[in-house]
């Protein structure tokens, strides 16, 4: 049973939820270092995240043996041509919320690429000193708030409740 594809699926939703404990943990304790500690369960909850969607789909991937069942990325997986190569329900369901960026899914895509993304300097706006009483507010960007842990939380209910629907479906009798 430990080389069923379904154990690292379950794994990485276990390991989540230690990271999202730390996070808890750390904000109960409120130590001097606070903010590292939040980061630092804020991107391990979100690697082990990213690792149950990619858990998931080699699930899926095994089940129909598909070539591509050893993706090392969930976006290897998750593309119109994979579905349209072998068209599955579960998997044109999860290549669907990949592409919908307001999705779930395509937020924590979204967020998983950020993680490795260089630091960027904030923008700002440009004040001329001669106008001391008018300020220039730049309305065409918006800055991007950092994950909050219910954010997280509601993920990874989100990919348990996919497996668990996934796996009765896909079940042999």
């Known amino acids: 049973m430990a080389n069923e594809l379904y154990t690292r699926t379950n794994q990485k939703i276990y390991f989540a939820s230690l990271a999202l404990d730390a ?7 409120r130590p001097l270092n606070l903010t590292t500690q939040v980061q630092a369960a804020r991107e391990s909850a979100l690697f082990h995240l990213y690792g149950a969607v990619l858990g998931l789909c080699h699930e899926i991937a095994g089940y129909y043996r598909l070539p591509q069942a050893g993706a090392a990325r969930v976006e290897l997986l998750l593309s119109r041509e994979v579905l349209e190569a072998a068209p599955s329900p579960e998997l044109a369901e999860l290549v669907e919320l990949a592409q919908e960026r307001q999705s779930w899914l395509g937020q924590l895509l979204a967020a998983w690429r950020a993680l490795f993304e260089p630091p960027r300097e904030a923008k700002k706006a440009k004040v001329d000193p001669a106008l001391a009483l008018i300020s ?30 996934f796996r009765e479906g896909m079940s042999e009798w």
């Open 136 to 165: 220039a507010v730049d309305v065409g960007t918006q800055e991007e708030a950092e994950l909050d842990l219910a954010t997280l939380v509601d993920w990874q209910q989100r990919i348990k409740q996919l497996a668990m629907r």
């Open 23 to 29: 996070w808890r943990a750390a904000e109960a304790a």
